[in-house]
């Protein structure tokens, strides 16, 4: 649980403090440190290719995320799924995606809606390469941009922070090929009613997309649980 294969990643040749957050954070969001492992610090600064200052520098903002734990005289671990806490962060957000789409249809410009269907496109041509990473990106990409297009800056704040707290089973919920089909078809109809600037269908759709990422997400870890 607390060792480290080495991926073969190139070092970050420039040691920053945001791009040593962002491969720390994706090796979590993609499983590769799993719940509970140790955070290594010899590891992850021969892995990444930074020394321990930006390291534990990132490790810190992980923690505000929730995406680590800080314990008392043991160091940093991966952690947890509480899948009670997933469940009411998936709530929360549906209800603030869906008055999100209500906010775009009734004030966003034609180049906002214009940069939404390019990231869907552009994320279509990712499941069709099977790009899960890739997929994932721009799929974070669309929610966040709908939100961004409310104009409500608080709203798009609160997303930001919840979104960051549950990353990692949104990333979950796709490793099913089933469900990761079912989640394109979804967005196709989202981005129909969002042409069409049609609120009401909007709000349902994107509710309901949430709703079927959360029962898909409480489902993977009831089996992670079982197995």
């Not at 321990?52 to 799924?81: Q, W």
Request: proline share 4%; with cysteine.
């Amino acid at each position: 649980m607390g060792s480290i294969e080495p991926l073969g990643l190139s070092p970050i040749r420039r040691p920053l403090h945001a791009e040593t957050v962002d491969r720390l954070r994706d090796l979590i969001v993609q499983g590769e440190l799993a719940p509970g492992s140790r955070l290594n610090e010899r590891v992850l600064t021969a892995r990444l290719g930074v020394s321990r200052t930006p390291l534990r520098e990132a490790i810190k903002l992980l923690a505000t995320e929730g995406l680590v734990d800080l314990l008392p005289n043991r160091g940093a671990v991966v952690a947890p799924i509480d899948p009670a806490r997933i469940a009411e962060t998936l709530t929360v957000m549906g209800a603030l995606e869906s008055l999100a789409g209500e906010l775009v249809c009734a004030q966003a410009s034609d180049e906002s809606l214009a940069d939404i269907r390019a990231l869907h496109y552009e994320m279509l041509a990712m499941h069709a390469r099977r790009d899960l990473d890739g997929y994932f990106r721009y799929n974070q990409a669309i929610h966040l941009k709908i939100v961004e297009a409310s104009g409500n800056a608080v709203l798009a704040q609160t997303y930001r922070q919840l979104n960051a707290n549950v990353r990692r089973v949104r990333y979950m919920a796709n490793l099913s090929a089933e469900r990761w089909d079912a989640a394109v078809q979804e967005h196709e109809a989202i981005l129909a009613a969002l042409n069409a600037r049609d609120a009401a269908r909007l709000k349902r759709l994107l509710r309901d997309h949430l709703a079927a990422k959360l029962a898909s997400v409480l489902e993977a870890i009831g089996q992670k649980h079982a197995a």
